[in-house]
C-alpha cells in the first residue's frame, strides 16, 4: 500500500515546475519508504532527491546527510546496493564539501578519505577530486596551490568517473585568465568559445568569466559578443535554471557599464528566490558590489525576494547600504574561507577585485 503512495507522490512530482516543490515531494516519499523499513526505495528516493539538489537548487549544498544514509545502508548489506550506483553522486557532493567553508578542515578531510577509498576499490581515479581543488584555488588566485593540484590532475588517468572534457578545458581557461592573459585563455580555449566542446556548465562559465574579465579591461564592444552568445545559452532551451543566477550576474556586471538599467532589470527579474551555498554567495555578493560602483544613482528602485534580510517592501534601496551589506557580507565570508585553508592570501580576494572593478 505504501508503495503505491510513493508512486503517487512521483508522479505528481513529475507535474511540478519548481524544484524546491519536487524536492519537498521527494522528501515526503522518504519519510514513508524509511517508516516502512524498505531501503531499496529509501536509496533510490534520496539519490532522485539529491540529483534534484544538484541540478536546480542553487541553497543546497548536494545532502551529505542523504550520502551517509546510503552509505550507511551499504556498510549494513553491501547486497543493497552497488557501491558504485552511488558514486557519481558522491563526486559532486565532494566539490560542494571542498567549497563549503562552514566545514572544518578535520571533517572536509575524513569526508575526501572516505570518497577516495570507495572510488579506489572501485578501479576509479581520485582525478575529480584534482580537479576541484585546482578548480577552487584558481577563483581565489592563490597560483601556487592551482598550479600544483593543475599538475596532480594533469597526471592522474582519466576515467569514466572524470569530470567532462570541456570541464576540464574550462579549468585550464580559467586559469589562464587568473594568472595569465586574456588573450591566451582564449587562444587556448578555442575549443570551449566556439562550442566544439560543451556540458551543462560549458560554455555559459566561460562566457561569464571571459565577459567579465574583459568588463574590467573596459574591453566593451569585445565583451558584447560572448555576453550575448552566453545569454543565448542561458535561455536557449527555454527554462532558465536558478542555479545559473551566478553565471547571469557576470553579464549584469558588464551590463552595469553599458545599459545600468539593463543591470537592474535582470537582477530584479532573476535574484534567487532563495539563499544561495556559500561558495555561489560570495562570487554574487563580488559582482554585485561591482554593479553597485558602476551605478550613478543614490537610491535604487528595485523588487527584491522577501527572504533577503534588508528586504524593504517600498522596493527602494540606498545604494550605500546595499553596497555596505553585500561588502561586510562578502567579507565575513572570505574569513571563514581562509580559516578552513589557514590560508591568510584568501582574505586579499575582495579588495584585489573591487579594485579592477
Known sequence: MYGLEIQKLLIKKEELTLPQDKVKLLQQAITISDSNHDTEWSIHLRLEMMQEELDYLPSKMVS????????????EDPAIVDESSFLWQYK???????????????????????????????????????EDYYRFYTYFELEEKAKKYKAIRDSTP????????????????????TF????????????????KETCARVPIVSYGN????????????????????????????????????EYLILFAYYYSKVDNDEAWSLLEKFYPSQATNEFSSYNIFLNMLGILKNTDKETIS????????????????????LYNYYYNEAKALLEKFASVENDEKILLHLDNNLKEF
Open 64 to 75: 551529505y546527510e542523504a550520502i551517509s544514509w546510503i552509505i550507511g545502508a551499504y556498510e
Open 210 to 245: 571571459l565577459v567579465q574579465e574583459l568588463t574590467k579591461e573596459n574591453r566593451l564592444e569585445e565583451a558584447k559578443q560572448y555576453v550575448e552568445k552566453g545569454m543565448h545559452q542561458l535561455f536557449k532551451e527555454h527554462e532558465y535554471i536558478p542555479r545559473n543566477f
Open 158 to 177: 582519466s576515467d569514466d568517473m572524470s569530470d567532462c572534457k570541456a570541464c576540464e578545458l574550462n579549468s585550464d581557461f580559467d586559469y589562464n585568465l
Open 92 to 130: 559532486w557532493m565532494i566539490n560542494y564539501v571542498i567549497k563549503n567553508p562552514s566545514i572544518s578542515k578535520a571533517q572536509k578531510d575524513k569526508i575526501i578519505e572516505d570518497y577516495s577509498m570507495r572510488m579506489e576499490r572501485n578501479n576509479y581515479s581520485l582525478r575529480p577530486v584534482y
Open 302 to 321: 528595485i523588487k527584491l525576494p522577501e527572504w533577503l534580510s534588508f528586504y524593504n517592501s517600498d522596493n527602494i534601496y540606498s545604494k550605500e547600504d
Open 180 to 195: 595569465g592573459s586574456i588573450d591566451k585563455a582564449k587562444a587556448d580555449g578555442n575549443d570551449i568559445l566556439t562550442e
